[in-house]
């Protein structure tokens, strides 16, 4: 069995599909919500909503029968082209992405987080048993992230990369990254043999790694450059679709807080509800460890993120320097005290 028939196929892996996916136009009345997400558990708290029609429960209980779409995407990069285009109303990326288009909106179609989807520890594993720390990567390795660059795994990398030789050489590994979805990525490291020994992932990818090769191992944690537990995965949307669609924003934000009970409440469901939505043949066992691990936090309030921000705008990938997570996080309840 390889790795690729763990998860749902992807449905769109560029922005010509998720155009296909949002050929409506991106005026519309209230009652449509389109959500872009990605591979992986970072994303459970939308498997529930949608297995168990959250966003549309919530919708009646505003009046307003929601239409819910749904597209994978893989890579930040894609998820915000997406989002520019209309094609999207709200988009699941890393914390990366959220402050790259926070930043490039600024002052136009102003894109802030909606909310977290939890705090995830990110692994960085390679099956090189040379490499013990990201100061052991050659030129002769490939690190996989969902998008160089951009991905919150790539900026975690860079974080990193900047505490160890400077801030002039935060982006060294960079050019030794490379552009591959989650489950190709696994199914190279458990493998071996390919030109891939490295990659920042999520869960449950990291722990299949660790799981189905004897030699792959952790050789960065993100809690450990981020300074604790944090959120690295987000939801985000455009003010106007905010201002626009305040019934409908509303069901989908009370949804994701439902599902986040839900899941801290059942985790044994949880876990059927994210092989069922997936299509998954991910090892059960393995599944609910993740669910359960004492480092996991299914929680709407972002938490630790305001580091990557501050850095980001340091090294100059980004222009304007928020105060606090306030800045690029919408004024809701269900985020107050994020940072």
């Known amino acids: 069995m390889t790795l690729k028939t763990f998860f749902k196929p992807l449905l769109a892996s560029s922005l010509a599909a ?22 992986g558990i970072v994303y ?16 009646k209980a505003q009046g307003v029968d929601v239409k819910v779409s749904f597209v994978t995407l893989s890579g930040g990069s894609a998820v ?51 490499v013990k720390t990201i100061a052991d990567f050659t030129d002769k390795d490939r690190i996989a992230v969902p998008a160089v660059g951009v991905s919150v ?6 974080l990193a990369s900047a505490k160890l030789w400077g801030d002039a050489q ?24 390919t030109e891939i020994t490295g990659h920042f992932g999520n869960p449950p990818f990291q722990e299949q790694s660790l799981a189905g090769n004897p030699a792959a191992h952790i050789v960065l944690k993100s809690y450990d450059v981020l300074g604790g537990p944090a959120s690295a995965t987000v939801l985000y949307a455009t003010e106007k679709y905010r201002k626009e669609n305040p019934k409908t924003y509303r069901a989908f934000t009370d949804a994701l807080a439902e599902a986040a009970a839900f899941i801290t409440k059942n985790p044994e469901e949880a876990a059927d509800i994210f092989i069922r939505t997936n299509r998954s043949n991910v090892d059960r ?21 305001y580091a990557l921000a501050e ?7 980004i222009k304007n320097k928020p105060a606090s997570a306030k800045d690029y996080f919408f004024d809701d309840a269900h985020v107050a005290g994020g940072n």
């Open 18 to 39: 998720a155009l296909s996916f949002g050929a409506v136009s991106a005026a519309h009345a209230e009652g449509q919500i389109r959500i872009a997400e990605q591979f």
């Open 153 to 158: 795994q790539s900026r975690v990398l860079q």
């Open 80 to 130: 915000n082209d997406a989002l520019l285009s209309g094609s999207i109303d709200i988009a699941g990326a890393g914390v990366g992405p959220l402050l790259t288009l926070w930043d490039r909106t600024y002052g136009k179609q102003n894109v802030r987080g909606v909310a977290s989807l939890g705090n995830f520890p990110y692994y960085l594993v390679s099956n090189n048993p040379s």
């Open 44 to 59: 459970l708290l939308l498997d529930v909503a949608k297995d168990q029609k959250l966003i549309e429960k919530h919708g």
């Open 170 to 193: 935060y982006n060294k590994l960079d050019k030794i990254s490379v552009a591959v979805p989650h489950p190709e990525a696994t199914a190279a490291i458990i493998k071996g043999g």
């Open 285 to 305: 066992k393995l599944l609910l460890s993740i669910i359960k691990n004492p480092e996991v936090q299914f929680k709407l309030a972002p938490e630790n993120t």
């Open 311 to 317: 850095f980001m705008h340091r090294v100059g990938a």
